[in-house]
Every structure is written in C-alpha cells, then in structure tokens.
C-alpha cells in the first residue's frame, strides 16, 4: 500500500510542475488596518482588509500561484492563515502565529506565495492573530481550469459568496485581553450577520440588511462560509431547497436539504433554483448552540428579491430551534464524497499511526483571575495536555522544525489520553474532579512522512456536552464516521465508509460524541490541529503534528523565505 501512496505522492508532484508551466500568477495586495464602522447604532473601529467587512473575495483557478502582498497598518502584529489550502512544501505560508510565522509587526508588510493545485470550490482566508479574525476575512474561490467544467449541472449564474460573520460592540482585542486576565468566558456576540450586515432583527438595521437579486427559474451557485468566531449556524431561505454539491472544497454527491448547517470554518457550495412564484423571501443564519449557557439567539436575516418583485413584505423564514442536534447531525452525516469526481482521492485502507485523541473543556489553576470559581480559570486541552503557543521562545515551531532546534516545542504528545473513563458522563459538567485540569504544554506528534494516520476525535463532558469543528491545517481528511457517546471500535469500526466518505478539512464532532477522521501525512512541516472555535484556542483546545520530511529534495521543506516575520 505504501507504494501506490507513494505513486499518488509522486503523481501530484508531477502534476503539480506541470501545472505551473501553463497556470497564471495572481497578485493581491492587503492592507490591513483599522477604519471606523456603524453597526447596531454605534460607530466602531475595527481592524479589516482594504476598508471592507467582509476583506476582498480572491478568484483563482485550480493550477494558479496565489501571490498576496500583505501591508500591515493595523496597531496589532498580524498573520493570515488561508484555510483548507493544502501548502504542500509551502509551509511557511500557512500563517497561524507562533506555528508557522510569527507575526507582522505594525508598519510592517509579507509576501504570501503558494500553488494552489488538486483543490477545485470555496476556501476562505482569515487572521489567524488573537481574535483578529472577527474582522480580518474573506472568500478564496477555487474555479476549474480553463476547458474542464463542473461535475454538476452547471448553473445558469454564480452569485456573490455569502459568508458568515458575529459582531461584538466593543474591541475584539480589548475583549480577549480582558478575558484572559479574568479567566472567564468569551462573551455572546450582540450579532450574527451575513457579509458583515446584522439584518432587520438588529436595532438600527433596517438599512442594513443583505439582499440577492434573481430571476424566476433561473438556477445558481452559492458559496457559503461560515466565518464566525464561535458558534455554528443554521441557514435557510424561505420556501427554497439547496443541493449541496461540494463542502470545504472538495465536491460532493447532489444532496437535496432545505437547511444548511455550518461549523466555523466550513465552506459548502449549493445549486439554488428560484423556482417560488416572484416575490422576496427572507433567509436567516441562526445559531446551533449545544452548550448549557447563554447565548444571542437573535437570528440574522437577508432578503432574497425575485426580479419585477413588488412585495413590501418578504415571506418569512421557520428556523430550527436553537439545540437541534437531529438536524445538525442528519446534515452533517448524510453528506458523501464525489468518488468519480475531479480530485478525488480514495480512503487509504492500511493504517501507520492510530491516535484516540479526547478533548473539552476543563479549568487550571489561577491565583489573581476574577472568574466566578475562586481560584480556577477556564482552560480546554487534548489528551490531557492542553496547549500553549511558544510566545517569547525566539523562533516559530516551523522555524524550529527546520532548523532541529530544540525548547521550542516536544515531540511527546500522547497517542491516547492518560487513563479511560466513562468520556460523556453528564455528571462530568460540574468541572469538580481534578481530571478536569490539564497540564500546560507545547507538544506535537511526530509522523513519518507519507504515513497514514487515523484519528478518533472523542468530545468530553467537562463543563458540559458541546459540538466542537476540529480543523486541522495542510490536510484534507476523510471522515469515515460520526456517533454519540463514547467511540467503541468493536461496535463502531463496522459502519465504517470507506467507498465514498465526504473529504472535509474541519469535522464538527457530534455533540457527546465522536468522529473518525483518516488522512495522509504528505506534507512536511508543522500543522495545527485544533477547536475552531475562537474562544477555545487559547484555552489550550489545541495540538500539532510534526511531519517529517520525505527521502527527496522533492518531498522537503525548503528554506524560508527571507523575509519570514521574525519572533
């Protein structure tokens, strides 16, 4: 098996030169910088790409070099991250700070340069600095090359991308300073919003509300993001279906569903047929929240307007109760993989590395937090470490990689949690036992190169059940299961699928339960593995692998670039 994995490995490199003779150079130039916004009757300033909320939708075919100039006006240090893309041998760009760069210093600027080839559909760029990414993203859209077109019926127009958004009235960087000094939660978001309008619902709003115009019977492509900080939203339009034909950027088999369900950082592309009698009908993004706290259940809304419409009042959109896990599980799972499709890649069958990984929520200790349990602050970890990015170490974990420096990081992070335990026992949420806290580390799994790795995300019940999107940066993985409880490989190793399992770079596992996710460690570097949600990372909700490099200079890591942001 190894073998043929190589031919594959070997197959895309070739295909990958190849590419590049033919395939153009595209060249975007960010400034990042702060400018001054009014959203729920208040002025804000935000930190955002070249004056926009949402930042720039960058257009690219499969095969191009993506070249972006990025001029850091903002006062913060500054990354981006470009999410889903593979970065094979381009590690450097991948962006997340402390792990593959550190950051661009204010009055500063970086060039990012990558091929983006084997990836056709929607990705998304994002900051990957503090909680910067509240503001600082946009859409990344893969097109096929010239002269190949899409596996499904192709649609009569493409429609600008919708992307998700949460809103806070107050400074993201502020908020989090705060919480880190308390030891508290991240709080609720005052809105959700589509491409940065929070809708009707919201105070002030009326005027900022997103509208799509269509024409009756025509059908479309939608490119949805979700780009929100920390919840997982529903999505519907009234009276309208979708068919989803690819997720996360890897295409899919036609799945017809009236509701959409996205975890931060998924993307999905859906056929839309405007086949309702002319009118305007609303769409809401509301969200999934599984977790025992409060929340903003304030739906966002936009306005789907037929053309020669003349109705004052749109038809209105049911949404599903908040704590529908019925309907996010359904979405979530039916879903499979376009076997025949462009880009396809089959679920290696022989497994190298078995890792069982559980992770949650948890607390540490803390002497000066102001967090409502005296003594204890809010922490999350995997496998009972949880993570801490090498802040003041003097070189990014990339850099260290690189170089075989050490104190950087170790490479002992577990293949399996300490000891086992009953993992979603309700009784685990009131946080008492000392199994809830985890020791402070920087830690990452050593893989061999082009080994195949199979992981069990198992969720805990620490401080309560959640659904949480796992996403891990370099690779594609597929997802062979998802279940409730604790993962039992006797009972669950059976429903396996290993034909045509859909292909995701980030896994919502289901609330109290599990996910089976396989893929091929190709790419030399260090990649993160971690939560999704915003508020979790620093928590220590968080790992990374360690690939090492192949046998030839084709499958090495190169040097960094020369003007790589320096700790």
Request: hydrophobic content about 40%; some cysteine; aromatic content about 12%.
């Amino acid at each position: 098996m190894k073998n043929v994995v190589m031919g594959l490995v070997w197959a895309f490199a070739l295909l990958a030169a190849s590419s590049l003779a033919s395939a153009a150079v595209v060249e975007h130039s960010f400034e990042v910088g702060n400018f001054t916004v009014e959203r729920l009757c208040n002025p804000l300033v935000i930190t955002a790409v070249n004056g926009s909320l949402p930042g720039p939708t960058i257009n690219v075919q499969e095969g191009d070099t993506l070249v972006v100039h990025v001029l850091n006006s903002s006062p913060y240090n500054m990354t981006i991250h470009w999410h889903g893309i593979f970065q094979f041998l381009t590690a450097w760009a991948d962006g997340p700070e402390f792990v593959t760069q550190c950051g661009i210093p204010p009055a500063s600027s970086y060039t990012y340069r990558f091929n983006i080839t084997g990836q056709e559909g929607t990705l998304w760029w994002h900051s990957h600095s503090a909680d910067l990414r509240a503001t600082v993203y946009g859409a990344l859209i893969i097109h096929p090359r010239n002269g190949t077109s899409y596996p499904f019926t192709q649609p009569d127009e493409e429609l600008p991308p919708i992307l998700f958004g949460e809103w806070w009235n107050r400074n993201v960087v502020d908020i989090e300073n705060e919480i880190d000094e308390s030891g508290g939660p991240f709080p609720e978001a005052d809105a959700y919003t589509i491409n940065g309008l929070p809708g009707d619902l919201y105070n002030c709003s009326q005027n900022q509300t997103f509208q799509l115009s269509v024409s009756q019977g025509k059908t479309y492509l939608i490119r949805i993001i979700n780009s929100a900080l920390n919840n997982q939203l529903f999505f519907k339009i009234a009276n309208h279906n979708f068919t989803v034909v690819a997720i996360d950027a890897a295409y899919t088999n036609p799945y017809t569903t009236d509701v959409i369900v996205t975890a931060p950082g998924h993307t999905v592309d859906v056929l839309f047929t405007a086949n309702q009698p002319v009118g305007s009908y609303y769409m809401a993004a509301s969200p999934y929240h599984t977790i025992n706290q409060t929340f903003n259940n304030v739906p966002t809304r936009g306005i789907l307007v037929y053309e020669n419409s003349t109705s004052a009042s749109p038809v209105d959109v049911t949404m599903p109760i908040n704590n529908d896990t019925d309907t996010a599980h359904r979405f979530y799972t039916n879903i499979t993989g376009l076997a025949d499709g462009p880009h396809w890649v089959p679920v290696p069958l022989t497994v190298d590395e078995s890792m069982f990984i559980t992770f949650g929520l948890g607390l540490a200790s803390c002497l000066n937090c102001t967090f409502a349990i005296p003594g204890v602050r809010l922490s999350a970890s995997m496998n009972n470490e949880s993570f801490v990015l090498p802040r003041g170490r003097g070189l990014s974990m990339l850099e260290a990689f690189y170089q075989n420096a050490t104190g950087v990081y170790t490479k002992d992070f577990p293949d399996n949690p300490p000891f086992e335990f009953d993992y979603t026992d309700p009784s685990l949420s009131n946080g008492a036992q000392t199994d809830a806290f985890a020791p402070k580390s920087t830690k990452v799994k050593t893989l061999s190169f082009n080994s195949t790795v199979q992981v069990v995300l198992q969720n805990t019940a620490f401080l309560g059940v959640e659904n949480h999107p796992m996403h891990i940066h370099g690779f594609n993985f597929h997802i062979l299961a998802q279940g409730f409880g604790n993962y039992n490989a006797t009972r669950d190793e059976p429903k396996f699928n290993l034909v045509n399992p859909q292909i995701r770079n980030t896994v919502a596992v289901p609330v109290g339960g599990w996910a089976v996710i396989r893929f091929i460690a190709n790419n030399p570097g260090i990649w993160m593995a971690h939560c999704h949600f915003d508020a979790h990372l620093p928590w220590g909700l968080s790992m990374a692998f360690e690939v090492e490099n192949g046998p030839t200079p084709e499958t090495t890591l190169p040097a960094p670039p020369a003007d790589l942001p320096k700790c």
